[in-house]
């Protein structure tokens, strides 16, 4: 693996790697070589005492080796505030650019590395404070990709049109969306679940619906009458897909 020279130093090279939904068969062959023989694995995590879902992704490539990689945790808080995560970025960064100069580290990310991941944001401000940081990108299968083949639902076929949306968009801009599109995946939904219920009660699209949950894991679930799940507190790792011409699936 190659590095490159940056400021004097010799620096490693940046992997970023979507590992899945979580099922370690979705991960893919060029993501195990790579996590065979990477010397430093950075893991992201919301609080510093919690864990990593990712981490759980990778755990059986990370058993087989003969070595296995030293462990850095990066810190993503779940918060709003400008200050707290201004704060976190930068000392991310600070972790990851000591870590590049020992060598090569590879971000693990959920789904696909550049689908509503951290790694963009954090290499944004890499890529200002390493002008030269060398960066590879291994794609990585989607929640709502999974989605679609556990429920046996094209997302969309012929001219139809797709959208992909986080649930916490206003009334009016879901509503929009889902007039405009023939499948609309609803992802970060369990906060607002209620409210999206209502929009699909409306609308008559609840029978068109499936919800699903920590796709991949042994947690996994698959509810097809979404009304159900009003009294109840989803988890984080949650996603409508809705299907305006037919559910199908199994």
Known sequence: MTGNETEGSVMGT????????????????????ILQDVPTLAVPKSVSDGASLAL??????????KTPPHKIELVFPMTK?????????????RVLSEA???????????????????????????????????????????SFSAASALTGTPLVQG??????????YGAES?????DTHESVVLMKIHRVFPAV?????????????????????PRQEVVTD???LKERALPYMSLLLVRKNGRGGT
């Open 14 to 33: 940046l992997y970023g790697i979507g590992v899945g939904p979580g099922d370690p068969d979705l991960l893919t062959l060029r993501a195990a070589r």
């Open 56 to 65: 759980e992704a990778v755990r059986e490539v990370l058993e087989s080796r």
């Open 81 to 93: 505030d400008p200050a707290v995560l201004s704060q976190a970025r930068t000392e991310n960064a």
């Open 100 to 142: 590049l100069r020992q060598g090569d580290v590879a971000f693990i990310s959920l789904g696909d590395i550049f689908f509503y991941s951290t790694f963009g944001n954090l290499l944004d401000g890499l890529r200002r404070q390493i002008p030269g940081i060398i960066v590879k990108v291994v794609p990585g299968i989607t």
């Open 159 to 168: 001219a139809e049109s797709l959208a992909v949306v986080p649930a916490t």
């Open 174 to 178: 879901l509503e929009q969306i889902l």
């Open 197 to 217: 219920l209502e929009i699909l009660e409306r609308k008559g699209l609840c029978d068109r619906a499936v919800y699903l949950a920590e796709i991949g894991t």
């Open 226 to 228: 979404i009304r159900t």
